[in-house]
Nanobody
């Protein structure tokens, strides 16, 4: 059974850090583009960061560049999102997703495996 399970969300004060983890089962993440998305209340889902399967190239939305870092752990079949210097506007449900495509990781329409999401709340 193909599954992605996120963990690591929670409540953090502005300026704090969180590390999100996404564990895959039923398939090997190494062969997939991986992405982190978020959706805040009343807003559309947005792609926050992604990593290509072929060359490991990465993308970060301007809003998180320099603060977030995406990485893979191929041994654990897991993808991580390290989030530093968190801001209240980072508050959202965060989802990980995977896409089996030879296109770049910003080909958002190809993400067809999704996790259930984890809540991140940045507030004092």
């Amino acid at each position: 059974q193909v599954q992605l399970v996120e963990s690591g969300g929670g409540l953090v004060q502005p300026g704090g850090s969180l590390r999100l983890s996404c564990a895959a089962s039923g398939f090997t993440l190494h062969y997939y583009n991986i992405g982190w998305f978020r959706q805040a209340p009343g807003k559309e889902r947005e792609g926050v960061s992604c990593m290509g399967s072929s060359d490991g190239s990465t993308y970060y939305a301007d809003s998180v560049k320099g603060r977030f870092t995406i990485s893979r752990d191929n041994v654990k079949n897991t993808v991580l999102l390290q989030m530093n210097s968190l801001k209240p506007e980072d508050t959202a449900v965060y989802y990980c997703a995977a896409a089996k495509t030879g296109l770049g990781c910003r080909s958002w329409q190809y993400y067809d495996y999704w996790g259930q999401g984890t809540q991140v709340t940045v507030s004092s």
